[in-house]
């Protein structure tokens, strides 16, 4: 092979691998508001994929010849090439473990909250909830969330804790996106603690 064509090569490769990695980052990225384009691009790109292969399998079997054959032209052997199906097969691939990503990460985001959550009822029990958690970040005694966390696998969602002015209730949230903050527990000093939701199953005694 001469250099030139190494190149040629090297590009086409390339060209097959390089996009479908581009999705991978979204792995880390919860499905919000700032965020909604590249999730957008992603399944617009899922979907011209999965298209793309289905129709290939369509024209497979209606001619019932291999993807990748050789077409005589009476002078030259043409090959039609049956690698271009990485590209699309690795795009949807990026994609299912994006979203399975972004979903487990909720689920450990949620496992963690409850667990905090029974860890707080203990203290209210004892006589009043914490005003701040050790640990977690002070938004200051203005702020809905006195206190919040990041917690998750790959993706972050934050947590957020808020007190009673009385310090005799609590309730904790998981801030889901930029409109919408799931209240996972709720509790107090004379108040039983409450799941809401959906929440991992965990021991909650």
Known sequence: MTAKEIC???YYWCSLIVPPC????LAAIPPDLPSAWLWGIACIAGLYSA??????VFIHLISKTKLCRKETDGKHNKTTRSSWII??????????????SVKTS????KKFAVSKAIEIQKIC???KCPVLIEGWIDRGEHNLYRSQIM???IAKYAIGYRVSDNVKEFEIYVR????TNSRIASGGTEKELTFLGRTPEINKQ
């Open 8 to 10: 040629k090569e090297i």
């Open 176 to 179: 889901i996106n930029i409109d």
């Open 22 to 25: 581009l999705i991978l980052p």
């Open 125 to 127: 029990k004892a006589g």
């Open 87 to 100: 590209r699309p097969a690795l795009t949807l691939l990026f994609i299912i473990l994006s979203v399975y």
């Open 51 to 56: 298209f793309s292969i289905l129709y290939s």
């Open 151 to 153: 917690a998750g696998d």
């Open 106 to 109: 909720l689920d450990t985001a």
